[in-house]
C-alpha cells in the first residue's frame, strides 16, 4: 500500500500524464490544473454530486448569501484551493448526494470528504482548513481537546446573525454566486 501511495505522489521524470504524477507538493498547493484532472485523465474518479473527479472535499454553501459566497471565493482563491469543490446548494440542479437535505444545506455550513463522511458546522470548517496551508495552524489549534466544541458553540451563535452579516457584506460590495430564485 505505501509503495503505491509513493508512486501515486512521485514525479517519476516521464512525460508528465497528469495528475498521476504530480508531486504530493504540487498537488497541496492546488498547482495543477483542474481542467487537466477533469478531462478523464488517468486516475480520475467521478463523483456522484459533481460531474468531475473527485476532490479531496466538497464544501456545499449558500450562493445567494453574499458573505458566503466570499468566504468560498476567499477559499477557492488560496494555495489548496484546486483541491476543493464548491457545490452551490442555493440552485436546485444541486445535487446534494445520501445523507444532506436541502433544508439542512441551506442552514448551515457542510462538508464531504471524498471517502463520503459528510461534516458540518465547525467540523467542516477544520477540515476545509486542514488543506489550506495558510489556514493550517488553526486545524491543529483546533485538535486541542475541547475546542472544536467551542468553535461549534461560536458557529451557532453566528448563524442567527448571519443574514444581518450577509446584508453588511453586500453593501461593502460582496455579490452573491446565484442571485436566482432560492432553492427552499
Known amino acids: 500500500m505505501l509503495d503505491s501511495t509513493k508512486r501515486l505522489f512521485s514525479h517519476s521524470g516521464k512525460a508528465d500524464e497528469g495528475p498521476r504524477n504530480r508531486s504530493r507538493r504540487e498537488m497541496e498547493r492546488g498547482s495543477f490544473d483542474a481542467r487537466e484532472v477533469s478531462s478523464g485523465s488517468a486516475g480520475a474518479v467521478p463523483d456522484p454530486v459533481c460531474d468531475v ?3 479531496w472535499a466538497t464544501l456545499y454553501y449558500d450562493g445567494s448569501c453574499p458573505l458566503c459566497t466570499a ?3 476567499h477559499y477557492r482563491s488560496r494555495k489548496g484551493g484546486g483541491r476543493l469543490r464548491f457545490a452551490d446548494v ?3 440542479a444541486t445535487e446534494l448526494g445520501p445523507g444532506l437535505a436541502a433544508d439542512a444545506a441551506m442552514r448551515r455550513f457542510h462538508v464531504r470528504l471524498a471517502d463520503g463522511t459528510l461534516l458540518s458546522g465547525a467540523r467542516a ?6 488543506v489550506l496551508p495558510g489556514w493550517r495552524w488553526i486545524a491543529r489549534f483546533a485538535r486541542f481537546p475541547g475546542v472544536t466544541p467551542i468553535l461549534e458553540v461560536a458557529y451557532r451563535s453566528f448563524l442567527p446573525i448571519r443574514p444581518a452579516l450577509s446584508i453588511l457584506a453586500a453593501r461593502l460590495g460582496a455579490k452573491p454566486a446565484n442571485r436566482g430564485e ?3
Open 53 to 55: 473527479p473527485k476532490a
Open 71 to 73: 468566504e468560498m471565493e
Open 182 to 184: 432560492p432553492r427552499l
Open 90 to 92: 442555493s440552485q436546485k
Open 125 to 130: 470548517f477544520v477540515a476545509i482548513w486542514q
